[in-house]
T-cell receptor, first 114, second 113 residues
Framework: QQPVQSPQAVILREGEDAVINCSSS?????VHWYRQKHGEAPVFLMI?????EQKGHDKISASFNEKKQQSSLYLTASQLSYSGTYFC???????????????FGKGTLLTVNP | EAQVTQNPRYLITVTGKKLTVTCSQN?????MSWYRQDPGLGLRQIYY???????DKGDVPEGYKVSRKEKRNFPLILESPSPNQTSLYFC????????????FGSGTRLTVV
């Protein structure tokens, strides 16, 4: 079952902020965030673990609310290079934790204009 | 350079003609997975492998087969392709049980006519 991402699309002007949300109905071990530029492969941004801290690098950060099984990606002072489709991936573990499965959402198209 | 290599990048084939998409990684990753990407549906998992000779179905396995005879290779086999398997396919790998992200291949755009 795919996690639900919102919004589906967002248009920003350079310098504006954005928040992308991801929610799951399953108990999660971790949440991944990826960015995909048009015609390219998804690229890993960051991972948030159950019990872990909020992560971030540069002006992109994320949080993970374990109780609600929700994660949010924060893009601050957006740059043109931030344009692309953002995917969250929710990871569940089973088989005593030795097996795991990563399921992606449908993506959020972010467009940053000058 | 650490990478996941998929071949071919583009493939047009006819219905029913068996094909294989290869995937190879040079990072000694235990975990490998195949996804298909369709407009509006995101990335959906086809099959994954925890290690050599260990594979399991993802969310959309119908019409696909995989094998994992060597750690570095994880080919995707379409025994009898149909037009509804026209899609963009990605192979990905990661360190098993790790807290690292996945590394994706460049993708294979498959068209079945």
């Amino acid at each position: 079952q795919q996690p639900v991402q919102s919004p589906q699309a967002v248009i920003l002007r350079e310098g504006e902020d954005a928040v992308i949300n991801c929610s799951s109905s399953k108990a999660l071990y971790s949440v991944h965030w990826y960015r995909q530029k048009h015609g390219e492969a998804p690229v890993f941004l960051m991972i948030l673990l159950k019990g872990g801290e909020q992560k971030g690098h540069d002006k992109i950060s994320a949080s993970f609310n374990e109780k609600k099984q929700q994660s949010s990606l924060y893009l601050t002072a957006s740059q043109l290079s931030y344009s692309g489709t953002y995917f969250c991936g929710t990871e569940v573990r089973y088989g005593g934790g030795s097996n795991y499965k990563l399921t992606f959402g449908k993506g959020t198209l972010l467009t940053v204009n000058p | 350079e650490a990478q996941v290599t998929q071949n071919p990048r583009y493939l047009i084939t006819v219905t029913g003609k068996k094909l294989t998409v290869t995937c190879s990684q040079n990072m000694n990753h235990e975990y490998m997975s195949w996804y298909r990407q369709d407009p509006g549906l995101g990335l959906r998992q086809i099959y994954y492998s925890m290690n050599v000779e260990v594979t399991d179905k993802g969310d959309v396995p119908e019409g696909y087969k995989v094998s994992r005879k060597e750690k570095r290779n994880f080919p995707l086999i379409l025994e009898s392709p149909s037009p509804n398997q026209t899609s963009l396919y990605f192979c990905a790998s990661s360190i098993q049980g790790s807290n690292y992200g996945y590394t994706f291949g460049s993708g294979t755009r498959l068209t079945v006519v």
